[in-house]
DNA sequence: ACTTGGCACTCGGAAGTATGGAGTGCCAGT
DNA sequence: ACTGGCACTCCATACTTCCGAGTGCCAAGT
């Protein structure tokens, strides 16, 4: 259907508009890629292309841009990825080599992506029911109030107020505490709720009460938290791209948690690096832009995703590049922290 | 200088002109506001007040728009701060009466603030100098790691790494968790060096090196964090007003923390609510835009500020009104926690 | 069966040219 | 001190013209 020249032709396109948003023409581009044919034969190769929906004229008698589809065999069949430079890697390693909790992991890694790729990115905190108890720690802060710590193995740090309702002796808080290190630690956040299922039944009576109060809010967090944390930066990248009319929407979008999720996707479906392009994106706003994303975690575990946002018309190679390396980075940082 | 009436004029225009973002001109001015007097002499005011400098015209032979002087004249002595309607007061307190951590009381109020105004809200995190220990925790995370855990009064939550370079027994670790509260307990950041210089003289002498190891992390946190945080909301709202082409400046400036800092000013001049219009600001991105910013705390004690950015064209009186509403609550709700 | 040069055609964007109207400044009159 | 009147300015808008990049198609060549 499609023989080599015409992949060839659609790459040059690609290519082409991505690096100056402009619609290629025939003559143009047998110029600069020196394909051995004449304008009127590549003219042949667009029409086809065209019919197949591959690029399309933005009016009559103006040259052809990629189509979503153009894009997506672009992206699937006519690149690949594009590694880094050295001195970029050197850049990404020092830069977050700096970071001294999650939270600034965190925020190094959104920015390091956005200033990378010149687009958005957005990245999830690791995601606590994938990650595991590290330690829990019960304060008291006033007569009648604890404070439940929750430190996981990835750093993240939950903390809520518990309601005593009446008076708690240190000892209890301390045997409590205890009790709550010997049954989680090391133990996966999903399986907590059976992990401590038991436990009322190892504390004294007196503290049952105390007990069932603390492991209520315990749940409850767990279950609050599903709701994940993701960030973004970058955005003044976008203001540099002309989005028409559309800009507000896509910074409305951003700006939503459940948007942001629904961006990055479902995680670990087949390979670690998935681009969603154009109309493939599940959002209304976001139908004019692409998006980059991957997982990362430590390890063969996976612990949320990390992505970068842009023009449809973005360099995908680069980008799936700096997304890659930037996600494997995180993990290493994470799992050496 | 200026009588009753010119200024009456120069209030009518910011009005005009912020409602309908079009030079307002003598006859439409006339005809609006019912000044008992003749286009002609509404000129005649008009020419004095641009001979001062209050307003200017954009071309000639246009309608004259104030100028960043002229929005000043009429914040400081021509308008009132607007309060909020009921409804939204209600609005605002259920909406934060839902957070159960500062992480969610921050996110929160800085949305609410942007959807309030429909405009950009800045919010920076209860400053750690000015708060005070509620309770200090060392954990055992690893053979020779310690993580060292700060709670804050106001909820906020430090925590460090600590290599021990050998090995720490239990039992070391609670005694030296026990006097590091002792020393600690209500104290206030800021005092923390002082509070704690002698501590080393009551650890046995075997902990002295762990003891040390402690210690410099968390002088060293309180140093570090000395940069605060801080988190805006809203940015789909400057792409609503036209910010011909300095949007991209404006955004690049809101991603920078330490643009974000300068922004907000220094706390507590003099009142509570301070303005800051066009040209008054020190950064250069943010020429066009004005900031209205307050001071939040609980009781009379100041924890940092929050703020509303919008472009000089803005409505005063009510983003005034909402940004001191929204301040007061969050004082309230950070007492409350 | 492809490829190529040629040619007529299309149409968007840039540049130039009216034109109308909102707004001004000024002056003489009340 | 205010007002009505008047001449003047100049921005927006709309309308035209015009150029050229780019196309599709065809007939001829390989």
Do not use: W
Request: with cysteine; charged share 25%.
């Amino acid at each position: 259907m499609l023989d080599d020249r015409k992949l060839e032709v659609l790459r040059a396109i690609v290519e082409d508009y991505v690096s100056t948003n402009e619609p290629v023409g025939s003559k143009t581009l047998v110029e600069s890629h020196n394909l051995g044919v004449s304008s009127a034969t590549i003219r042949n190769d667009m029409a086809v292309l065209e019919e197949q929906g591959y690029i399309a004229q933005p009016h009559t008698s103006a040259g052809r841009i990629p189509t979503d589809k153009g894009y997506r065999l672009f992206v699937d069949r006519l690149s690949t990825v594009k590694p880094l430079s050295s001195a970029e890697r050197r850049a990404i390693e020092t830069f977050l080599n700096g970071a001294y909790d999650l939270d600034d992991v965190v925020t190094r890694t959104v920015r390091l992506l956005a200033q990378l790729t010149r687009q958005v990115a957005v990245v999830q905190y690791p995601s606590l029911t994938r990650s595991s108890v590290r330690h829990v720690e019960l304060v008291p802060v006033a007569s009648r109030r604890l404070l439940l710590v929750l430190i996981t193995n990835t750093g993240r740090v939950e903390q809520r107020v518990i309601e005593t309702y009446g008076e708690v002796s240190e000892e209890s808080i301390g045997h409590l505490r205890a009790l709550l290190n010997t049954c989680l630690d090391g133990c996966g956040l999903g399986e907590v709720p059976h992990a401590v299922a038991d436990l009322p039944e190892k504390v004294a009576a007196d503290d049952r009460p105390i007990a069932a109060a603390v492991l209520s809010v315990l749940l409850e967090t767990l279950v609050d938290r599903h709701e994940e944390k993701i960030v973004f930066a970058g955005a003044a990248n976008l203001a540099a791209v002309d989005f028409s009319k559309s800009l507000r929407d896509v910074l409305e979008a951003l700006e939503e948690q459940v948007v942001l999720m629904r961006l990055l996707g479902e995680t670990g479906d087949s390979s670690t690096l998935t681009v969603r392009i154009g109309t493939e994106n599940p959002d209304e706003g976001l139908r004019s832009t692409s998006v980059v994303a991957a997982d990362y975690g430590v390890g063969d575990q996976t612990l949320a995703r990390l992505g970068v946002l842009g023009p449809t018309r973005m360099d995908y190679p680069s980008t799936m590049g700096a997304v890659r390396a930037v996600a494997r980075y995180v993990g290493q940082i994470l799992a050496g922290s």
